[in-house]
């Protein structure tokens, strides 16, 4: 690791907290212009999840800083190519499986070097089927698992078959795409018929590809600690270390932090001043991927319970905070049941955050076409009845 200069900027945390939200697009008038395109674009990588309550995360994610952008419109806008045939977007691991724009294809090739270099799974690949599928795809065009042959043996969801193996396999090592999902499948293509020859031939070296990322993990950040900038793409720490110097950061000091931070230098630049949003977000948005950044920043705890067994659960299934002001002041665990929003579980951080909660609730009923918002708890008995009259007004 390089010789690093001492930091000469200091920040305070509510200058943090700023500079971050306006690097996930939550501070200023959102451009609108840009689109779900220029969303995807801006933060780098937008997680995708099976979970559907509201909507699945990556339609979240665009509602949550453009508004009520229409669902066909987010999906057409990540999957469909423009007009020279080239795709917009693949899909590929980031922080999680995420959807990634295009032009960052090059910059993965660390990633696929390392699963080429190793074994992956305990799942066994028949002798030919790796070959099988490549040939396959090549003679027939975009398929689906299920269009290969089928995705898995039993209906276990880990019982994969040869077949669903050899293409993740591929899709790993790059020699596969996934530039679409259909109906929540992925649709596979060879690599070399869907990246644009500019940008599949474009190696580059480890070191250029970790350079890159670890830049736009600070610019989608604004600022951030080592740790924050190693999760946002899941690299390693010394990954991080080893080119954190040339990456264009610059070393600052926040209050609070007691760790060395790192910071986008244009957003150091430019006063973080505008309207917030105020909007429910998912538990997988990138503006609260990392718990101890989210805590550190906006003194709240997150933590998806979905996977956690009912009785251990503390704030719902799919729990998701509402951001207002520039604060995460509450959370809601969401549910529909026909015209209705259900707000299965609501919690909030005191009654200021009542009218904040309560239009983030209306907006998404109105986002996924529902004409009604009912509670049924309150975490707080005595903010029920002025959380009631708030959606009543809200509604009205």
Known sequence: ??????????????????????????????????????????????????????ARSHELIPYARLGAVGRKTVDRAYWTPGSDGAPHAFEYWSHAACILPVEEWPHFAFRRRAYRARPHWNHDLPDGTYDQVIKQLRTEGPLTATDLGGAKKTSEWWDWSGTKVAVERALMYGEVVCTERRGWKRVYDLAERAIPDTLLHDELDDTECLRRLVRLAGQSLGVGTRADIADYHRLKGEQVDAVIAESGLVPVTVEGWGKLAWADPVALETTPRGRHRTTLLSPFDSLIWERARTERIFGFTHRLEAYTPKPKRVYGYFAMPVLAGGRLVGRVDPAREGRTLVAKQVTLDGPKAVPAVAQALVEAASWVDCTDVRVERVDAPELRAPLARELSHVLA
């Open 1 to 54: 690791m390089a010789t690093l200069p001492p930091p000469t900027t200091e920040l305070s945390a509510d200058e943090a907290r700023r500079i971050a939200l306006r690097a996930q697009g939550f501070l200023g008038a959102p451009n609108r212009g840009a689109g779900v395109r220029g969303v995807l674009r801006h933060l780098g990588a937008v997680q995708l999840d099976t979970i559907s309550v509201l």
